[in-house]
């Protein structure tokens, strides 16, 4: 190998120097013009054995109830709160209040959970249907081109 910068013959290893923003390899002489880059330090086993992670199993899968807005009005009026009151319960604005309770806006999983466990109600329910069973067992499968023509034939 040579010297990046004076073209000598390196003889061993070379230095990797680093020059205005480049980084060189060069000989002992030349590595006096940059600075000299330290090789990474490698990464020591950890002495600590860890376990994998365990699967629990397929997560549920949650709907919002309908209706959500109305029980959402409900509950809160029935407690004598504003909606400014809840927002700030729940750290979020009045405008994503106001657009849930008038059901322009459906909560996601996780406001819908802090609705329910500030205002006690229930605007979550597990999703159940035959689907879920198949696909979890394996057995789904998707419609494929051949079903669609086979379909359009009778």
């Known amino acids: ?6 073209g000598k013959r390196i003889v ?20 006096r013009f940059g600075k000299v880059q ?15 992670a365990r699967s629990r199993g397929p997560e549920p899968i949650y709907e919002v109830v309908e209706d959500y807005g109305k029980i959402i009005r409900a509950e809160r009026e029935s407690r004598g709160w504003s909606r400014e009151d809840l927002a700030e319960r729940i750290n979020e604005k009045v405008s994503v209040i106001n657009r849930i309770e008038s059901e322009r806006m459906e909560p996601d999983i996780k406001l819908a959970k802090k609705l329910e466990r500030l205002l006690n109600i229930q605007l979550l329910e597990k999703f159940e249907g ?21 379909i359009k034939r009778s």
């Open 1 to 6: 190998m040579r010297c990046e910068i004076c």
């Open 12 to 31: 061993g290893k070379p230095i990797k120097t680093k020059i205005d923003s480049s980084v060189m390899d060069v000989c002992k002489e030349c590595s």
């Open 38 to 52: 330290r090789e990474p330090r490698k990464p020591r086993k950890s002495p600590v054995k860890r376990r994998p």
């Open 130 to 150: 035959d689907e879920t069973d198949k696909i979890e067992a394996g057995g789904f499968r998707g419609a494929t081109i051949g079903d669609i023509a086979r």
